[in-house]
């Protein structure tokens, strides 16, 4: 030990929800008592988008990926015996972020909490929902303005919070470089500090305070020494924008304040123990710095790959914390790269890329101009497409999966359907039969009221968070909330950007893809028609479209027609647009756990509607078990995230479609 006095370790936090708030409650009270930190809210796609569990596009998807709180009578349960004015809570919530930051206020009141105490954070950042998650609800602006209306909010009323989550974590997940990531949160924030500052709802002399609470959420992967040089990049960007953009004198207030959560896009499904150490590495990115340190860490399992991770695999990534903190004498010393030349090379080169990129998206209009002409969607799935490709070509080596492939029995994965955890599938009834309960002993009267209120709000000028917050305390539902402001804003969908996205992988002379568009050609030939048809469907409400738009890309350049109308589709939609666009295939790419549900029903409306010889294919995170059952049922193939060769699932794709027409197997090896 040093005489220097050792450093705060970083807030602790796993990320975790599921079943129901009661079953989520017991979850976070048994970490707290494990030592960790902080609160790291997941909400199910429901409570994400704005349903409530009894909505056609909930079926499947109730307490899969998070908790579902469709009331206030939820939130009670979900933080029962968890003192929420001595707690730090994270919540990652965006398109209905006000609506559960008023619940949690309401039920933090019940418990005798001063709201001006409340410390935690609300993730609220709409536009990498447009770009890579998928959970967005309205259109760009009235999703600024409801933005703008909780910053405000807050900074007068929960001052403590953090209103918005600048979150960059989502950007790489769907390909982002480093030079993307930085560009495209730090053109977010101007957007949203922007819109603050004109709202007039801020005094200029407060605006400092505004700055103060803006924080962000990273991504750390592997190159861990390019992820240490990307934050330090993040905090002098961060620093010289609102110096010179806002005019913020104080340095405290211009600091650089960011959670992370490491890479689950690098985590295997193959040899799954190795993800272990990749997320070790991911760490010690975001912590070895000091002057680049996290405030704020929370680490996947090693078993995301696979499934839903059991309390024993969330614990693990807990202690890895806690080792690195408690173990170590990293917190012993002063930053370990100041002085670096080859650290401050690096750095300057992002930096100076990345403000090249924000002005380019500054002279389109800014971060919301940028999302809606579609621009900053298609770079992402060109980027991502790239990395795919050197993935697929030994470029980029993952040990595993296209290097050091052979492996001894894995004792972890031995019995794969204990590795992981599963939801009950009686769950989703016994939510829905509480929600009615709930609907039915409330004051109609005051729910009534308090919904009219809250249009009102919307439809004019006022800030729309009072409105909310009475809404929360008369007993409204979530997706009553989110279909009120519907009917004054309006849904929207966002560009899917496959049709704008660029060659990745070029059909040279003997290359795997080359033979696969000569099968595509001959068979469409063998069929009588001039190019074969997919149609790539997102059932259910996973917004999370990598792994669907990458497909489509690659199956666009193999010389399919692609039909791919983005997310959030009903069963019966895919199939109805599959009868319309006369497809040969159907791949539906599910990774929120709902294919035992939406997949069959899929199958079934094909066959009542005339056409069961339609080979059907899924793919996403699906369980051996659960594969089997959809094989059972029907489903031609599944794939999963072991699969990562996307030319050769074309290619298997275009066998598919031979066998259902009764087509004799072609001699080209693809």
């Not at 050792?6 to 079953?23: F, I, N, V």
């Amino acid at each position: 030990m040093t005489e220097r006095q050792k450093d705060r370790p970083w807030l602790m936090r796993t990320y975790a929800g599921h079943s129901t708030a009661e079953a989520s409650n017991e979850l976070y009270r048994r970490n707290l008592a494990k030592g960790q930190t902080g609160l790291s809210v997941a909400f199910d796609l429901p409570t994400q988008t704005g349903y409530d569990p009894d909505h056609i596009l909930a079926r499947g998807e109730v307490g899969r990926v998070g908790v579902p709180v469709s009331h206030l009578g939820d939130m009670r349960r979900l933080f029962q015996d968890i003192p929420l004015e001595q707690m730090n809570t994270s919540m990652t919530i965006n398109a209905t972020a006000m609506w559960l930051l008023a619940l949690y206020q309401v039920v933090a009141e019940e418990q005798g909490a001063d709201p001006g105490k409340l410390q935690g954070t609300t993730q609220n950042d709409i536009v990498k929902e447009y770009l890579s998650r998928g959970t967005h609800v309205f259109p760009p602006v009235p999703s600024l303005r409801l933005t703008t209306d909780m910053i405000t909010y807050t900074v007068n009323r929960i001052p403590k919070w953090n209103p918005i989550n600048i979150c960059s974590y989502h950007l790489q997940e769907a390909g982002a470089t480093p030079v993307q990531e930085i560009a495209y949160a730090m053109s977010t924030a101007i957007a949203v500090l922007d819109a603050v500052r004109d709202s007039g709802q801020v005094p200029e002399e407060k605006f400092g305070d505004v700055v103060a609470r803006i924080s962000f959420f990273v991504n750390a992967g592997v190159r861990f020494i390019e992820e240490m040089c990307k934050m330090r990049a993040f905090g002098r960007i961060w620093d010289r924008v609102t110096r010179e953009r806002y005019g913020v004198t104080d340095a405290k207030q211009r600091r650089f304040r960011y959670g992370v959560q490491v890479n689950s896009l690098g985590l295997t499904e193959a040899q799954p123990e190795n993800n272990v150490q990749r997320i070790v590495l991911e760490m010690l990115a975001v912590t070895l710095s000091k002057d680049a340190r996290a405030r704020a860490v929370q680490l996947p399992a090693w078993n995301e790959a696979l499934g839903l991770p059991r309390p024993w695999d969330q614990q693990w990534s807990l202690r890895i914390q806690q080792v690195l903190a408690h173990e170590s004498d990293l917190l012993e010393y002063e930053d370990i790269f100041a002085g670096s030349h080859v650290i401050e090379a690096k750095v300057d080169s992002l930096v100076e890329e990345s403000l090249a990129e924000i002005d380019r998206i500054q002279q389109m209009g800014g971060a919301m101009a940028a999302v809606e002409s579609g621009y900053l969607k298609s770079e992402l799935v060109s980027s991502h497409a790239a990395r795919r490709a050197r993935i697929e070509g030994g470029e980029e080596k993952i040990v595993g999966v296209n290097i050091y492939e052979t492996t001894e029995p894995n004792p972890l994965t031995s019995d794969l359907d204990g590795a992981i955890m599963t939801v009950d599938p009686a769950n989703e009834a016994r939510v829905v039969a509480a929600l009615h309960e709930w609907r039915d002993n409330r004051d109609e009267a005051r729910a009534t009221e308090a919904l009219a209120a809250l249009k009102k709000a919307a439809a004019g000028t006022e800030n729309m968070m009072e409105a909310t917050v009475e809404c929360a305390r008369a007993g409204v539902t979530t997706g009553e909330w989110s279909w009120a402001l519907r009917d004054v804003f309006g849904e929207f969908r966002a560009p899917t950007g496959v049709s704008s996205a660029p060659v990745a992988v070029t059909a040279e002379p003997g290359s795997t893809l080359a033979l696969v568009r000569e099968k595509v050609t001959r068979t469409a030939a063998d069929l009588g028609v001039g190019r074969l048809r997919l149609l790539v469907g997102k059932p259910g409400l996973d917004g999370h479209s990598n792994g669907a738009e990458q497909i489509a890309v690659r199956a666009r350049d193999a010389g399919f027609e692609v039909v791919y109308q983005g997310i959030r589709l009903t069963p019966e939609q895919i199939t109805d647009a599959a009868l319309a666009e006369d497809v040969h295939c159907v791949g539906l790419s599910i990774l929120s756990g709902s294919h035992a549900e939406l997949v069959p029903d899929v199958l079934h409306r094909l066959r009542e509607a005339g056409a069961p010889d339609i080979p059907v294919i899924a793919g996403g995170i699906i369980p051996p078990a659960d594969a089997t059952a959809l094989i059972e049922a029907g489903v031609a193939a599944v794939f999963t995230p072991k699969d990562f060769g996307i030319t050769e699932i074309i290619g298997r794709i275009v066998d598919e479609i031979r066998k259902a027409n009764k087509l004799d197997p072609l001699e080209v090896s693809a």
